[in-house]
C-alpha cells in the first residue's frame, strides 16, 4: 500500500507520457501497416483507401501545426492560472491520484466527445474525424482544426479540484491513446464482461457508423460505462457504415481538413437574422430552423 501513496514528480510524468506518445504511435504504425498488407493479401486495398490513409496523417500534422504552435501556449498557460490560483486543494501525484485522473479524464472526455456531436461549432471541427468512409487505424489520426480547443473547457474542472496539470494533461493523452488502437475492423467482439465495462473496437465501430440506429453512440473514450450510465450505449449488431451522412467523396486532405467550417460557414452566411445564426453555431448539426425561427 505504500507504493500507492508514493510521490511522483512532475518530470516523471512528462516522460510517461513522451514515452507513451512514442510508443503507441509505433505500434499503431505497425499495427497499420500489418492491416493494409492483409486488404492487399485479400486484394481489397484500393487507390482510395491509400489515398485516405495519406490524407489521415497530412490532418494529423495540420492539426499538430495548430494544436501545438497556436494552441499550446494558451491550453498549458490556462491549467497554470487555474491550478496556481484557483485550486480548492492540492491533490499529491501518486499512483492513486493517477488512477482517479485518468477516471475523471475519461469521464471530462465523454461530456466534450459528446459536445462536439451535438453542437453546431464543435461538429464543425470534429466531423473531420468521422468523414473517412473507411475504418483503420490511421483513421485514428484524422484531425480537425479546433480538436485540441474544445477539450481545455472540460478538463479544467480538474485543475480547478487540486490535480496538477502535467498530471491532467498525461491523462488527456492516456485517454486518446487508448482510442488509437480502437479504430480497426480486424478485432472483432470481446469477452463479454469486457464489452460491458471498457471500450472497444465494437462499441467504436458504431460510434463511426453513419446508420440511423449508430449515430451520435458510444461516445465514451476509455470505459463505455458512461453510455450505459447516460443512455448513450449502442450495441454492434448490423454491419456498419462509417463516414458522415453525406460523404465527402474527395481524399483531398485540404477540402477534408476544413469542409466542416466551410458546411458551417455557409449555413451562418445564408441564414436570415442573429437567432437562427447563433442557432447554427450552438444547436444540433442536424437542426433545422422553423419558419417563424427567421429563415
Known sequence: MEFLNAAISENRIYEWEVLLDEWIFLAMSAFLLFELTRLALKKALTRNIIGDTVTNFVTLFAFIGIAYLLLGAFY??????????????????????????????????YWEHRFTHRVGIGWATHTVHHSSPYFNISVAYRFGPLDGFFPLFFHIPLVLAGFNPILVLFCEAVVQLYQTALHTETIGKLPRPVEAVMNTPSHHRVHHGSNPQYIDRNYGGIFIVWDRLFGTIEEEREKVVYGITTPLGTVNPFVVFFHGFARLGRQVRTARGAGVKLGHLWRPPDWTPHPEDGN
Open 76 to 109: 498549458v498557460g490556462a491549467y497554470y492560472y487555474v491550478y496556481e490560483y484557483f485550486r480548492v486543494m492540492t491533490v499529491p501525484i501518486t499512483p492513486w491520484s493517477v488512477a482517479l485522473c485518468v477516471v475523471l479524464a475519461d469521464l471530462a472526455y
